[in-house]
């Protein structure tokens, strides 16, 4: 039991409801992870402590609450999107297959102020458009009656509660509903894992310690399995979400099967759902941002719907036709109507399991970004929603028929994390846990001692997209789990990972390689001329694909910190010879627009190579690059048209 009394949990008696607590506590028990929580205490020590080590790598622990974080700590508040009760509750009907509208009397007779029923509500079904993002219209006014059943071709709808007279709206509201459809006949009698990704957009292994403690607790309970070595492999959410569901890098596959800002391309992308599609599994996908969504910000979108069950155009509807509300200081929608964004996910993605978990195999992913993209404190306010999320699919009984991937893209790229001194493992290693049922451990008990050994062994994206593609074959006797074609040396996590693993051989680029022991030098002349040949490379990128026009020419104005890689020889890379490889951290004149770079430089010669595309900005750049619509450009283009007074 002593092992249950973290110190983060001890902190939680003190500030949050004990109920909920108590709910945690009597989930927790010994965990698969025992060894590494032992270890993980004695960080309190002299020794240093790693979650990856090995010849090739040495990927460090840090401490969520170390001195130079704590200054900077402002934890949220969790705010509701409104106080009034539901007018409207839905619940699911057994015995017709069907969703049911419950008109709650008590809370209409306190919204009317009045004993009396004179009032009317109707609903608008939610209708798709030719294009398979986008709602293309509202049905006509249908009106509820008490104990409504939801007709089956209605997947979303708006409700509207007003007073008889139309003269006092009582309440608007909006539902979606995953509506049910029988299982084939000729469905495979050997038991299928369902698999449903749940993913938290910019959620690092660090944060989700420090800022979601509680959801760190749950997840050490049986059947978790944190990969402590997973490294992300690209900048942002698109490449890195694309290489996990693909096997693909964006580059690679517009070499090998089309281009991914082309119309119509992202139909035809090997999705790994469309694997499962073919195994008879049933198929979703679902986020919570429309600008922002991972297949839509500055790419085509899908013309034909992907999955079985597709959320975009309801959230299109509900973006339009909703009342919005934002936190302060973010851009994202954190309320549409009545709910928070993240709740209208979290539903679906409940209905779907509870549908059809019992009778047939699926599929899902359920991608939030809403709260969490615009600010990393936003995660401490929304815990206890996100651990509800988890404890309602375990009391659903999801988790016993359910492999479960708990993850995120990648860490915070820009805010003040980026001022700590750990910022390059903040940004590289996002949070990725995987959960396995009882049966599957049962079954296949040599794949769990694969991936409980894999906990502490660099991984990527590219084995996680194995993994997915090994689920399909497990009773196939599978040997060969090597799949992903821009990592032809990645595997299922179902087999053991080779210990002295190195970046390359995970496809992980140097510039996101956590492994490397790089320490900072102090500033000298050269650590100068080398960040201003990093800058003067960003110009002629931009003059490159004909952006002077648009675009500010960059000057240095200072250099923040100069990391050098400290091995002499190394096994990963060829480096020319006189050339080592740097980190810098440096920022420019216009706009205070910041950037880091991993770059290749020789001190005596100027020699410098460097991938300008694998250069990242790490401070918020939303409307310094608003006159061009390239996600890569935009990172490093400040429009002429946007320059604030530069500083000298």
Known sequence: MARLVSSNLKRLFVCFPIAILLCLWSKMRSSPNDN????FRQNHGKEKIFYVKSGKCELPYVDPFNAEFVKINHPKVFIPCTNES?????HYDNIFNQYVL?????????????????FACFYQKIIYGQSADRYDRKGSKTKLTQDYLVPLDVEGMLVDCR????????????????QYQGAPKDLSPVRKASVIMYGIDTVSRTNIRRMMPIIYEYLQSPGWYEMMGYNKVADNSFPNIFAMLTGYSPESAETQVCNTDSAGCLDKIPFIWKEYKKAGYLTAYAEDEELSNTFNYMKPGFTAKPTDYYFRPFLTALEKETVIQYNAGTVMKYCLGRRLANSYIFDYCRQFMQRFLADRPIWGMFWSNHFSHDDIFMLSAMQHKILSDLLNFEKDGAF????MIFFSDHGARFGPLMRLKESFLEERLPMMFIYLPPWFRAKYPQHVRALSLNQNRLSSNFDVYNTLKHILQMDKDVEETKWSYDCPQCQSLFYPLPENRSCSEAAIAEAYCTCHKYEEVKEEPWTWRMADLVVDRINKYLRLYGLEKQCSNLTLKVVNITEQWMEEIDGDVNRPQGMRYYHTKFQVHQNRAEFFATVLYNKETEELKVNVELISRINMYGTDSECINNKIHKLYCVCLSKIRVLEQ
């Open 102 to 118: 419950h008109l709650n009397e008590e809370v209409l007779h306190k919204l009317a102020r009045s004993e009396k029923n004179d």
């Open 36 to 39: 590494y929580n032992i270890h």
């Open 163 to 178: 007073t008889a007279d139309e003269s006092i709206l009582l309440q608007k509201d909006a539902f979606m509903f995953i």
């Open 86 to 90: 539901d007018l409207i509750t839905v």
């Open 400 to 403: 016993e028929h359910t492999i």
